[in-house]
Nanobody, 115 residues
Framework: QVQLVESGGGLVQAGGSLRLSCALS????????MGWYRQAPGKQRELVAR???????NYADSVKGRFTISRDNAKNTVYLQMDSLKPEDTAVYYC?????????WGQGTQVTVSS
């Protein structure tokens, strides 16, 4: 079992920045990759950024150059630095941990970007 707890969401003006954190606990050594996803009202959940155990990173085209995913293994935490935020980035952001064929999800944190 893996437990994920997100924090760092909030309200920010367009052009501003936020940093999301995802704290891992439980059987974290079984995790193959970590990702950040988001879901806006009326839309499907989508991948924002993902980092594997080997450090391979990929981003959604819509956030490339603006968002940065990173991890601190000593703190068992994964981060999503979000810069140059746009109103269309408004969504609930979820942290996800991939274990074999399973995915564990955090509870989500709201990010609202005002214009």
């Amino acid at each position: 079992q893996v437990q994920l707890v997100e924090s760092g969401g909030g309200l920010v003006q367009a052009g501003g920045s936020l940093r999301l954190s995802c704290a891992l606990s439980g059987n974290r050594f079984s995790i193959n990759a970590m990702g950040w996803y988001r879901q806006a009202p009326g839309k499907q959940r989508e991948l924002v950024a993902r980092i594997t155990n080997l450090g391979r990173i990929n981003y959604a085209d819509s956030v490339k150059g603006r968002f940065t995913i990173s991890r601190d293994n000593a703190k068992n935490t994964v981060y999503l630095q979000m810069d140059s935020l746009k109103p269309e980035d408004t969504a609930v952001y979820y942290c996800a941990g991939e274990v074999a064929v399973s995915v564990y999800w955090g509870q989500g944190t709201q990010v609202t970007v005002s214009s």
